[in-house]
């Protein structure tokens, strides 16, 4: 199949245009070989898609799910956009910065997930940037529903003559997923312009939005890439559940029917001790794709996925002649939150 004919049955196959969108996104990322890496750990032939060069305030996941929730925003006349996050959340960032560019303001919950962190870490990083945006901030204990905190937060504002508009946490629910349902189309077509297929996408995955797209874009349009998701988070089956869930939904956004549970893939060898606490496999995935690759990973998402493929390529989960996509949902803006963790950090 040539390419227009692979774009007029992937756009018949699903239908992106009927959703409110705005662009905030540099699109196609490129898809890259990871040739030194592939050599230091003996194969498979491994390749990375860009998904941290989306543009947007230093780029990631989140913009790609914010250009039809901020469109669905715009839908509803909102002049403000409300979401929660942990304290270094690049999906609370890269929001903020969306709401600069179509000229909303911003508010922000964060929670403070992580313990045991220098007080740097409430001021540098993403945190820095989202002050840079102007977000007015409310900071949280950790273990709250914090979307139920971020959503009474909402009636509040309202009371006040504002119009909020609820992103939740992650951007992650059917709307916001539909941003990874174009990233798997677009991944697609440059499987047909490129002739390089792929056995297997592995990803970091945590509030789901990024995986559960994929899924549901990898099987509304008939390519059946099996995506495998690290999690950075929760236990395999909470994470499987979680994920299926939002597919389901996502799926019938789209008009599509639901998939069964077996066809979501979740590792959670990597999590460490908990959500943004690095563990020895995540610093080595930071050192190793630095030093092999000159690309930067994030200590909290996008290292816990590449040390999940560093950990199945050693286990041999893949086969030698498998084509290997590693999707980089971005997130270095972080790194320098995680200061003193990476300069202890001796290879
Ligand atoms: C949010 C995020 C993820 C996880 O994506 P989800 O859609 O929340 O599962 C992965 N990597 C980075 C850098 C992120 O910011």
Redesign the pocket.
């Known amino acids: 199949m040539n390419l227009a004919q692979q774009q007029n049955k992937l756009g018949t196959a699903v239908d992106l245009s009927k959703f409110a969108r705005v662009s905030l996104c540099h699109q196609p990322t490129p898809i890259e070989p990871m040739k030194r890496l592939e050599a230091e750990l003996g194969g498979p032939n491994l390749y990375i898609k860009r998904d ?1 060069c989306t543009g947007l305030a230093t780029g ?3 913009t790609r ?1 914010l250009e039809f929730l901020v469109g669905d925003a715009i839908a509803q006349n909102a002049d403000m956009l409300v979401t929660q996050g942990a304290i270094q ?3 609370v960032r890269q929001t903020a910065a969306a709401a600069c560019k179509v000229g909303m303001k911003c508010h922000a919950l964060l929670e403070r997930r992580v313990p045991g962190q220098p007080d740097s870490y409430e001021e540098t990083g993403n945190v820095l940037l989202d002050k840079l945006f102007g977000t007015s901030i409310e900071f949280r204990p950790s273990g709250l529903d914090m979307n139920a905190e971020a959503e009474a937060v909402v009636e509040k504002l309202r009371a006040e003559g504002h119009r909020p508009y609820f992103i939740p ?4 629910n059917a709307i916001g997923a539909l941003g ?1 349902v174009s990233c798997a189309l677009e991944i697609a077509l440059q499987e047909e312009e490129t002739g390089i297929h792929f056995d297997w996408l592995v ?10 797209g994929l899924v549901a874009g990898f099987q509304s349009s008939g390519r059946d890439l099996p995506v495998m ?1 690290i999690s ?1 988070r929760q236990p395999h089956d909470r994470q499987v559940g979680a994920v299926h869930k939002l597919v389901n939904s996502t799926l019938d956004v789209l008009g599509h029917s639901a998939i069964p549970a077996s066809k979501i893939h979740v590792d959670d060898g990597y999590v460490g001790e908990g959500y943004g606490i690095t563990a020895d496999s995540t610093l080595e995935a930071i050192s190793m794709t630095a030093l092999h690759e000159g690309v930067l990973l ?1 200590p ?3 290292a816990k ?1 590449m040390a999940g493929l560093i950990g199945l390529i050693r286990q041999g989960f893949f086969k030698p002649t498998d084509n290997v996509l590693f999707l980089h ?3 270095s803006t ?1 790194l320098f939150a995680y200061e003193d963790t990476l300069l202890n950090y001796q290879k």
């Not at 946490?169 to 992650?172: E, F, H, K, P, T």
């Not at 990803?203 to 559960?212: I, K, L, N, V």
């Open positions: 941290d990631g996941n989140k799910k959340s690049n999906h946490g992650g951007g992650s990874y990803m970091g995955t945590g509030s789901t939005g990024t995986q559960a998701g950075v994030d909290v998402y996008s996925g949902t971005g997130g972080a």
